[in-house]
């Protein structure tokens, strides 16, 4: 395409997947906007959605189509982008708000290929996102036999992006069916009988008071996606071992993990076991960017960070503060920026010998909610009989909580040191629910 853009100004939101399986058809996704004005009116002009082949309107420029192919394509991953922006027929990003959808055919479930959105300003990296994971024969949120057109819904809705937030507010969020016509009727409904196409469905999400994430259809296994769940880093964040450098979901017993006792010096700690994991569970979670725009820390806000003098709750952390960041080579200081949310799907909470960790190079905690000094305390049983109160070979393995760690926070609560819920996000400008979440 040909970018007719007037100012150099502009969000970019990209979907990239990949094709799941070497069965010679291609995994090919379309990403859609639907632009309404701020008053809840569609952008005069479209019928009903953005994609592909508009090519530029409403402030969006698109990109060509693109699938991907698992035995053909090298490498195996297809990318759909929109930039916000101000066009040549004077139409810009900041009049509109965007309800950003994916969607498939009946050929793979919309989670398959593991499909991520990202949304840049400028070049920069704001925010991630991604659709829950599909399991072939395990319970899904978008399940088989989730009703019409086929055996599971074909669209996504990741939710809306506000220009005025600049990101994606993911409440509504959901799998959902549609049978458009040229007055935007839906055969799912999101909130108010409005569908993923209606007008008007940006504007009505800013009054759900039920947080990031809600979608009111019942799901196989998990309810709904409420994403009330405890966590800690998540599935993408990085640590690095004596093998090299490993995702967390990565990480064994036996391995020895990267870690400072805040000086300008590092070293290795023994990886013992998980205090609570969740393989693809939603989770809300933070980005905390700093300074030299480096990858974020990305965390729950309750999980416990190091800072240059003490420790802090990542959600009590504000842009000038400064955290610990491993270069290669020395520790040094690292200037927040900004935090913005994020909705991930997986959490990891690793225990290691010491405490600590060095996660994507910034010095944490292995605990959350409450205070490190006394989680370490507690956990000193724990450490001199891993294998027995807290994770083996087998154990590691399997998801949820470990029982040691909810009697320990049962007794920490009775004691009265557990952190406080939040009952709003202060310097982030979302629903308060985003940090209502216990944790350890």
């Known amino acids: 395409f040909t970018a007719k853009c007037s100012r150099n100004e502009a969000y970019e939101l990209t ?40 090519d530029e309107a409403c402030g969006a420029l698109f990109s060509e189509d693109d699938s991907t192919d698992y035995y053909y394509d090298v490498p195996n991953i297809a990318e759909e982008s929109a930039t916000l922006t101000t066009l040549a027929d004077g139409t810009k990003y900041q009049d509109y708000t965007y309800a950003v959808i994916v969607y498939n055919n009946v050929l793979y479930n919309p989670s398959e290929g593991r499909p991520m959105l990202t949304v840049k300003y400028n070049g920069v990296v704001k925010q991630t996102l991604a659709i829950p994971r599909y399991v072939a024969g395990g319970p899904n949120l978008n399940y088989a036999g989730a009703g019409p057109p086929g055996l599971f819904r074909n669209y996504y809705f990741f939710g809306c992006f506000r220009p005025q937030l600049g990101f994606v507010d993911t409440r509504g969020a959901g799998f959902h069916d549609s049978t458009v016509d040229s007055g935007g009727a839906t055969d799912t409904v999101v909130l108010n009988g409005l569908g993923i196409f209606s007008a008007g469905l940006c504007q009505a999400t800013l009054g759900m008071a039920s947080g990031y994430g809600f979608n009111p259809h019942k799901q196989a296994g998990s309810g709904d996606e409420s994403y009330q769940h405890q966590g800690c880093f998540s599935t993408t964040s990085q640590v690095e071992t004596l093998a090299g450098f ?157 029982g040691v760690v909810t009697i320990i926070k049962k007794v920490g609560e009775l004691l009265g040191a557990r952190k406080e819920k939040k009952i709003s996000c202060g310097h982030i400008p979302i629903v308060a629910s985003f940090v209502d979440k216990s944790e350890f």
């Open 15 to 54: 979907l990239t997947w990949t094709d799941p399986t070497d069965d010679f058809k291609s995994n090919d996704l379309d990403l859609l906007l639907v632009a309404g004005h701020h008053d809840g009116t569609l952008c005069a002009g479209v019928d009903v959605f953005l994609d592909f082949e508009d």
């Open 246 to 402: 490993k995702t967390l979901a990565e990480v064994s017993i036996g391995d020895f993990i990267r870690t400072s006792s805040g000086g300008l010096e590092t070293h290795f700690t023994e990886f013992i076991g998980w205090l609570d994991r969740q393989e693809s569970t939603p989770v809300k979670m933070l980005q905390v960017w700093t300074s030299q725009n480096l990858s974020p820390l990305t965390l729950t806000g309750s999980h416990i960070v190091f800072t240059p003098t003490s420790t802090k709750y990542a959600d009590e952390l504000l842009p000038g503060d400064s955290l610990l960041h491993w270069n290669g080579t020395s520790m040094q200081e690292q200037q927040v920026t900004q935090i913005l949310p994020t909705l991930e799907f997986g959490f990891w909470a690793p225990l290691t010998m010491d405490g600590t960790l060095l996660v994507d190079g910034y010095l944490s905690s292995c605990y959350a909610s409450f205070p490190h000094q006394l989680s370490e305390i507690a956990m000193k049983p724990v450490k001199t009989l891993p294998s027995i109160l807290l994770d083996n070979e087998e154990s590691q393995h399997k998801d949820g909580v470990r």
